[in-house]
């Protein structure tokens, strides 16, 4: 099994930033991919950002720009830098990584329990 822990969510005005955080333990061999998505009260959750493999990074339209990822391979972290945040990023921010458990294995994905991120107008 395979554990992704998030941090870092809160409330902020608008034009403020936040970093959220995530952390993967449990029966890991290799994270192929990790990033986040959201979800906003009555809509789709929407992918934010994900790095594929260490570096490559897809992000969602409506945050190119203002909102970084990045990954910290040896920590089994990846991080989303979130800045001029406007009252439409408020979500809870879910992470995701694809894990492969063992030597030969299939990868699995999976899912954090999400942190709010609330941004006020």
């Known amino acids: 099994q395979v554990q992704l822990v998030e941090s870092g969510g809160g409330l902020v005005q608008a034009g403020g930033s936040l970093r959220l955080s995530c952390v993967a333990s449990?029966?890991?061999?290799?994270?192929?991919?990790m990033g986040w998505y959201r979800q906003a009260p009555g809509k789709q959750r929407e992918l934010v950002a994900m790095?594929?493999?260490?570096?490559?990074?897809n992000y969602g339209s409506s945050v190119r720009g203002r909102f970084t990822a990045a990954r910290d391979t040896a920590a089994k972290t990846v991080h989303l830098q979130m800045n001029s945040l406007k009252p439409d990023d408020t979500a809870v921010y879910y992470c995701?990584?694809?894990?492969?458990?063992?030597?030969?294995?299939?990868?699995?994905?999976?899912w954090g329990q999400g942190i709010q991120v609330t941004v006020s107008s």
């Open positions: 995701n990584a694809d894990v492969t458990e063992y030597d030969g294995g299939y990868p699995f994905g999976y």
């Open positions: 449990g029966s890991i061999f290799r994270i192929n991919n």
């Open positions: 790095v594929i493999g260490e570096r490559d990074t």
